[in-house]
């Protein structure tokens, strides 16, 4: 099985920076795409960033040029580096990953989540 664990959350004032790591580990034999969403309070999940298995990266309108995703392949992981943040960054983020692990078609495995808010 595969497991995706999310770390780097927290409070931040408006303006601030805040860096979130997301670990994969298990029985991975491929993963194939990697990702942040994000859900506030009452509204629908959305994408905020990804990297595919080629490396190209895809933002959200509202974070780009503030967010930043990068991969570490050797160890499975996948970064988010926050800056200039809002309020309007408050949200649960999660890791998401499209994975296969041997002799198995990929699907997506989710993290836990990681709260981030942005107050005065």
């Known amino acids: 099985q595969v497991q995706l664990v999310e770390s780097g959350g927290g409070l931040v004032q408006p303006g601030g920076s805040l860096r979130l790591s997301c670990a994969a580990s298990g029985s991975i034999f491929n993963i194939y795409n990697m990702g942040w969403y994000r859900q506030a309070p009452g509204k629908q999940r959305e994408l905020v960033a990804t990297d595919t298995n080629g490396g190209n990266t895809n933002y959200a309108d509202s974070v780009k040029g503030r967010f930043t995703i990068s991969r570490d392949n050797a160890k499975n992981t996948v970064s988010l580096q926050m800056n200039s943040l809002n309020p309007e960054d408050t949200a649960v983020y999660y890791c998401?990953?499209?994975?296969?692990?041997?002799?198995?078609?990929?699907?997506?495995?989710w993290g836990q989540g990681t709260q981030v808010t942005v107050s005065s």
């Open positions: 998401r990953g499209f994975i296969a692990t041997s002799g198995t078609a990929p699907r997506v495995y």
